[in-house]
């Protein structure tokens, strides 16, 4: 067993949303904290942050709280979110576009290096600086651009197709926007963004909270 098998996968995500708290304090120059923010962005209590934290080591100082400056650093070294992260994009339609000209992957050391598409109209198109290269040319693309992570945007019915592209070139992580379900072998890691999923939680809780 790995050292960090036993992490929930909550705790991943809330990791992610400490940082952005984070980084949001850090901007406003606030030097200390303690659990009690963090703990308020993933409506969770206190002592589930610590608990959060304690996978990693022990980051508080008694009687201070955290440097924020120290706990973001540690957090970032826990979701290796400290580093590049050289990334392809599959599927450059509306959605695909939109990710290539959003900013914030650069910011985050998300560098989306590959655009690929099975379109012969897209193909050797210029997209936001990238090429688009036939979605064929992953096993060829993946190791010289150094890609390590997968962004599919592409029509549902073709996404596994894209993702098995992907994993038969190298690329261990992918990040799928469709709304198709992929299997990947184990040592393939796979997450799903979907804004349904949230826009159902919102028409639950009116209907029944209310
Ligand atoms: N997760 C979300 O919240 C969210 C939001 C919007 C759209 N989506 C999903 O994102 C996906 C893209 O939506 P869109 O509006 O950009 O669609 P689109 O039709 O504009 O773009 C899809 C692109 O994928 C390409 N493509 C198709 N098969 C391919 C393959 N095998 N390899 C490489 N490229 C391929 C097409 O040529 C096209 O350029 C859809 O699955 C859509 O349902 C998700």
Redesign the pocket.
């Known amino acids: 067993m790995q050292k960090y098998d036993h992490i929930p996968r909550a705790t991943i995500q809330r990791l992610a949303t400490y940082m952005q708290v984070l980084e949001t304090m850090k901007k406003d120059n606030i030097k200390i904290t303690s659990s009690e923010p963090l703990a308020t962005a993933c409506d969770v209590n206190a002592s589930q942050v610590r608990k959060d934290l304690a996978y990693f080591g022990e980051f508080g100082v008694r009687g201070v709280g955290y440097y924020v400056d120290y706990l973001l650093d540690a957090i970032k070294d826990c979701l290796h979110a400290n580093r590049e992260w050289r990334t392809a994009l ?7 576009r939109a990710l290539l000209n959003h900013q914030e992957f650069n910011r985050r050391g998300i560098r989306i290096v590959g655009a ?4 012969p109209f ?1 193909i050797g198109e210029v997209a936001y600086g990238l090429e688009i290269f036939c ?1 064929k040319r992953l096993q060829e693309k993946v190791p010289e651009l150094g890609i390590e992570l997968g962004i599919i ?4 019915e ?2 596994q ?2 993702a098995d ?1 992907l994993i038969e070139a190298g690329v261990k992580g992918i990040l799928n ?4 379900r992929i299997v990947t072998p184990n040592h393939v890691y796979i997450e799903y ?4 999923h949230q826009i159902y939680s919102l028409t639950f809780n009116i209907s029944t909270k209310n």
């Open positions: 599959i599927g450059v339609g509306n959605l695909g690929f598409d099975c379109d897209k979605s945007t592409t029509p549902p073709r996404a197709r894209a592209q926007f469709s709304s198709a963004v979907d804004f349904f």
